[in-house]
Nanobody, 118 residues
């Protein structure tokens, strides 16, 4: 069992940057995959990025590739999502997740709101 708490969301203008953090309640060293998902109003939750192992395997949604960077710091039990060149369509609630493999994420945070104004 692990609890995940996201932070770093907020309101930013288009073209700006935010860094989201996901703090885990215990060591994430043994958690294979950590990921970020997002859900916009009226939309289904979608994968933003996930990171497996020590960071050798990283996967991004096509819409964020080249703008977002996921990273993990096992020593701090924290996963980050650096978001640059933000667009209004990035507006959503962003969720942190953890699990045994990509697509098999059993633990979820409560989410943090990101709003990008045009």
């Amino acid at each position: 069992q692990v609890q995940l708490v996201e932070s770093g969301g907020g309101l930013v203008q288009a073209g700006g940057s935010l860094r989201l953090s996901c703090a885990a309640s215990r060591s994430i060293f043994s958690i294979n995959t950590m990921g970020w998902y997002r859900q916009a109003p009226g939309q289904q939750r979608e994968l933003v990025a996930d990171i497996t192992g020590s960071g050798n395997y990283v996967n991004y949604a096509g819409s964020v590739k080249g703008r977002f960077t996921i990273s993990r710091d096992n020593a701090k039990n924290t996963v980050y999502l650096q978001m640059n060149s933000l667009k209004p369509e990035d507006t959503a609630v962003y969720y942190c997740a953890a699990g045994s493999a990509p697509g098999r994420l059993s633990y979820w945070g409560q989410g943090t709101q990101v709003t990008v104004s045009s």
